[in-house]
Structures are given as structure tokens and as C-alpha cells.
């Protein structure tokens, strides 16, 4: 049997009010999103979102990538940037890569 997963990419540039996640969280929820890509996180909150797991990449210029994955969808050999500009985990034999631009 054939799996389907829905991948979404996002660039948010920064999620510093509740409103911001309020929303992200409930477009996760309605998409019903699988993995999503996020370019330009300031902060560790994403975290917090029920039903994922967060793999946060913010380098030296606090701004980074981020990959939520639901619960169940485990990552595996994450290499991540020191600058926060990228990182790339493994997920079933498929490398998944999120970069954010200049």
C-alpha cells in the first residue's frame, strides 16, 4: 500500500505573537499536514504546537528553519547549518531538505 504524505512549506518571518501561531497551528490542523518546512523562525515556540514535534535550526543571526512532523513521522540523521540557513533530515530512505534565502 502506497502512503501519502501532505508536505507544506512555509516562510514566516518570525513568530513572535500568539495571533501567528494561533493560526499556524490551525492551518496544520485543517490541512491536515504531515511535515511542514518553516524559513525564517526567530523563536523556539513552534515547539509548543499540539500533535508535532519541532526540529529547530536557529543559528547566529536568531533567524533559522524549522521542520514540524506529526507525532507519529520520525526524523532521522538531521544535519543542520550552524548558520541556521538549512537543515536536512532523513525520513524513510527520503532526504527532505528546508533552506531559507539570503
Known amino acids: 500500500m502506497v502512503e501519502i504524505y501532505k508536505i507544506a ?58 521542520m514540524l512532523t506529526r507525532e507519529q513521522i520520525s526524523l532521522t540523521n538531521i544535519t543542520r547549518l550552524t548558520s541556521g540557513r538549512g537543515m536536512a533530515p532523513s525520513y524513510r530512505g527520503v532526504w527532505l531538505v528546508n533552506i531559507r534565502g539570503l
Open 9 to 66: 512549506t512555509l516562510k514566516v518571518n518570525g513568530m513572535s505573537s500568539s495571533m501567528r501561531m494561533k493560526m499556524l497551528q490551525e492551518f496544520l490542523h485543517k490541512q491536515e499536514i504531515d511535515i511542514l518546512l518553516l524559513q525564517e523562525v526567530t523563536q523556539h515556540d513552534v515547539d509548543l504546537i499540539r500533535g508535532y514535534n519541532a526540529h529547530v535550526n536557529v543559528g547566529t543571526h536568531r533567524r533559522g528553519t524549522t
